[in-house]
Structures are given as structure tokens and as C-alpha cells.
T-cell receptor
Framework: DQQVKQNSPSLSVQEGRISILNCDYT??????FLWYKKYPAEGPTFLIS?????DKNEDGRFTVFLNKSAKHLSLHIVPSQPGDSAVYFC?????????????FGKGTKLTVNP | DTGVSQDPRHKITKRGQNVTFRCDPI?????LYWYRQTLGQGPEFLTY????????KSRLLSDRFSAERPKGSFSTLEIQRTEQGDSAMYLC?????????????FGEGSWLTVV
């Protein structure tokens, strides 16, 4: 079963606008969430993370929001740039539940058009 | 470059052959992970080590797969009697093992094609 879901396989936005990527999870034991960016034929690159004790974390143009009651998180990229075009993966872990593995969604392909 | 290093980057092998991948983690990281990624999917967890101890293994890791980290530094992932379904990108990652906030950093991956 898919414990981490990214329901939008793709997203297209104009340069300078906001990109919003969404992620839902089902396992209430998850308490640490991460976003990774991946270019073709490369490994995932860490972008930003958030602990379940927070509802927002910001790093430059990237902000992650966590809604624990809805089991939903989102990544906002403002302003979007053509170099942001990549596949974005949401991941979650439950270290307090005894597992250190990250569970990934299937990814959302973001295209930022000039 | 002090990132996670994987070798080889690409491997084409005939079905039934054995293959081995090597991973060198970021030097101060005590945790090392192996993941597998196929087209259209996110990375799937295979196994992880804390120092030389293998602490967690996925059901995906069949008995044809074996991973080692003999001295708590580099790791190898061996696949015996390869099958076409083993074709994937094999990703290695490492981390400090900080709790909370264990962020893992990936290498560039090793592509396996079984023909």
C-alpha cells in the first residue's frame, strides 16, 4: 500500500510564479518529512525537511507546510525558475516508531516554463 | 568531492550473472542506506547499516541480494543470479543518524540493466 502519495504526476508553471507540490500520507507514525529534487540519471538531492513538531519550515525560495490533522504536506517554490524543472519526491520517516527508512511518494514532475 | 560516491555508475549484465555495487558514504556519516528506483516510482528502501551492523532489511531484499559494510565505512551490494526484474537504479545514501531530523544524502546511483 502507498503510505506516501503524490497524486499529481506533473505540474507546469510559468517562470516567476508559485509552484505548489502536494503530498499526503497515511501512517500516523510518520514524524519527519523531507522533499528531494531529482534530475534524470542522477540521485535525489535533499531540498528541505520538517519535523512533526512544526507546521512550517522555510529555506530561501522553498517553504514546506505540514498539516498533521489532514496528514498533508506541501512544498511551495517562490518564485519558480526554469532550473527548478525536475521531479520532486516527498518522503517520510518514523524514527520514533523504530524505523529509520524513508518512504517515498512516486514523485511530481515540475516544469517551469520561461 | 565529499559526497556519497557509487561505483560503477552503469552496469549491463546478462541474466544469471552476479553483479556488485560499491558505495563510499560521506566520511563522518555512521549510517548507510541502499535504495532501488525503477521508472515512474520513488526510491524503495532495501536495507540500512549503522556502522557495520545491518539493522533493517526490506522484504524486497530477496535471498539473491546481500549487502555488507565490513568496517563501518564503504558498503557493497551484491546481486546473485540477476533477473530482468532487477534492472533499476540502485541508490546509496548516508546520514549522521541524528534524532530527530535524520536527513539522508544520496549518491548519484548505479544503473543496472539485465539483458
Amino acid at each position: 500500500d502507498q503510505q506516501v502519495k503524490q497524486n499529481s504526476p506533473s505540474l507546469s508553471v510559468q517562470e516567476g510564479r508559485i509552484s505548489i507540490l502536494n503530498c499526503d500520507y497515511t501512517n500516523s507514525m510518520f514524524d519527519y518529512f523531507l522533499w528531494y529534487k531529482k534530475y534524470p540519471a542522477e540521485g535525489p538531492t535533499f531540498l528541505i525537511s520538517i519535523s512533526s513538531i512544526k507546521d512550517k519550515n522555510e529555506d530561501g525560495r522553498f517553504t514546506v507546510f505540514l498539516n498533521k490533522s489532514a496528514k498533508h504536506l506541501s512544498l511551495h517554490i517562490v518564485p519558480s525558475q526554469p532550473g527548478d524543472s525536475a521531479v520532486y519526491f516527498c518522503a517520510a520517516s518514523a524514527p520514533q516508531g523504530g524505523s529509520e527508512k524513508l518512504v517515498f511518494g512516486k514523485g511530481t514532475k515540475l516544469t517551469v516554463n520561461p | 568531492d565529499t559526497g556519497v560516491s557509487q561505483d560503477p555508475r552503469h552496469k549491463i549484465t546478462k541474466r544469471g550473472q552476479n553483479v556488485t555495487f560499491r558505495c563510499d558514504p560521506i566520511s563522518e556519516h555512521n549510517r548507510l542506506y541502499w535504495y532501488r528506483q525503477t521508472l515512474g516510482q520513488g526510491p524503495e528502501f532495501l536495507t540500512y547499516f549503522q556502522n557495520e551492523a545491518q539493522l533493517e532489511k526490506s522484504r524486497l531484499l530477496s535471498d539473491r541480494f546481500s549487502a555488507e559494510r565490513p568496517k563501518g565505512s564503504f558498503s557493497t551490494l551484491e546481486i546473485q543470479r540477476t533477473e530482468q526484474g532487477d534492472s533499476a537504479m540502485y541508490l546509496c545514501a548516508s546520514s549522521f543518524g541524528q534524532t530527530p531530523g535524520n536527513t539522508i544524502y544520496f549518491g548519484e546511483g548505479s544503473w543496472l540493466t539485465v539483458v
